[in-house]
């Protein structure tokens, strides 16, 4: 059995003179394998997850905006033209079964290695989680609810933006978060495709790096993934005004 | 090393990648050795399958009995519910880099944390899946003598097959994907092309992404066709 494991593993039984025998003091703790998490260091490099965090907040906006953007459209053009659906399903079906780590390298012959390649590889990533849910969220519109719009007078354009589309909020928000907070932690592989990001702090230069410094840039983005979900809960919240009435 | 200092506007050819997956090429860090080519590209991919059907089993081992179980009690929806979601949220680099840091190198550490990928999606498909299924066909069920198991297994279960099936082709797609960057934790599967970029150079990199792409592709449309192949035919008139 490994070494490592089986102080691991014996740790509990033996306590804190076990790591005294086995690990000089003077040693700094990251240069102590046993050592699974060192606060000190932890505190004191806090300040060089600023930049990768920031590289990450960016790719993750950029790419869900895009990849918003043109799920949108692609599912309005399938809400009016039926025949539109299932090609735009198997479509977008196919970028997101294309690992985003295999689609970086994809463009390497069109946009090289680096941010633009990530940004592109994880909005096609999200397209297909956007577009079954804003299209599944403009289906399950009562057919009653439009042919009242319609009887007021409405034109399909005002259906569409007044009442369709409202309607369906809580199914593409619900869409937007999957997409946001998957990709949130696939972003971390962009440091393969040299996209930078918190990735960095995982691994870098050909080598991982040591497992303090894994958990504090995982744990970084496990904390941005929450809050980017608890963000689009708010945005629902306050675009479906009627909603919170009807609950209380 | 080499990794960061290479340009970011590498000369890969799609023909240079596909002649690095048929024929072994010369590479400037192995004194000679040739690399990549269609054994190499065999060995590899093998290897990432493996370590792919291992985790999906493992995964399924785990979380169906227990979707399942949840699905048909109808209890512990919040449970099921938030395991999904904070399965979407686990930074897969840094779960294998933690397990290779942690535990070591080994193909077992590996399938584990790929594993660990697997659970969620499953658990949760298998709860909402179960879940959904109307009531009615459950009661008549009931009140033609049926045992719970029975119910279970014999009306829910080929009910709830699509979303039971979305959850687990979900799941397949992250493990396979993850299973790419094994090589960080010592298990060498078709992401060594990617991962050691100074040994198989540019060809490499774009060999290793067509591959890996390829290998996802097969997986979801052999998934698809196995979930048509167990969707019963009543549901197959309805659908249509």
Known sequence: ?248 | MIGSLLPPFLPASIGGAIEFIFEPQSSSVTGGKKVGGFEQVVELTITQLELTLLALAVALVVALPVGLYLGHRGTGELLAIAIGNAGRAIPELALIALMAVVFGVGFQYVTIALAVLGIPPILTNAFVGIRQVDRAPIDAARGMGMTEAEILFRVEMPLAIPTLMAGIRGATIAIVATATIAPLAGVLTLGDFIINRNVYGASGLLAGGILVALLALVLEFSLAALQRALTSKGLKVSAA
Not at chain 1, 163 to 173: D, Q, S
């Open chain 1, 1 to 248: 059995m490994d070494s490592r494991l089986l102080s691991l593993a014996t740790v509990g039984e033996v306590g804190k003179s076990f790591f005294h025998e086995r690990t000089s003091e003077t040693l700094p703790c990251q240069a102590q394998e046993s050592k699974l998490f060192c606060f000190d260091w932890a505190k004191e490099n806090i300040g060089s997850f600023g930049m990768p965090t920031l590289q990450h907040l960016e790719l993750v906006v950029f790419s869900v905006l895009a990849g918003f953007a043109i799920a949108f459209v692609l599912a309005l053009l399938a809400h009016r033209r039926r025949w539109l659906r299932a090609p735009l399903l198997g479509a977008t079906g196919v970028l997101y079964t294309v690992p985003s780590i295999a689609f970086f390298f994809l463009l390497l012959p069109i946009t090289g290695l680096g941010r633009d390649s990530v940004i592109i590889a994880l909005s096609a990533y999200t397209l297909q989680i956007i577009y079954r849910n804003t299209l599944a969220g403009l289906a399950n519109v009562p057919a009653a609810v439009k042919d009242a719009a319609r009887g007021m007078g409405l034109t399909d354009r005002q259906i569409l933006w007044r009442v369709e589309l409202p309607l369906a909020t809580p199914e593409i928000v619900a869409g937007l978060r999957i997409a946001t907070v998957s990709t949130v932690a696939i972003a971390t592989l962009a440091v393969l495709a040299s996209g930078g990001g918190l990735g960095v702090k995982i691994y870098a230069g050909g080598n991982l790096h040591f497992a303090t410094s894994i958990i504090v840039a995982g744990g970084i983005a496990i904390l941005m993934a929450m809050s980017f979900d608890v963000i689009l809960v708010g945005i629902q919240r306050l675009a479906t005004p009627w909603r919170r009435t009807a609950e209380s």
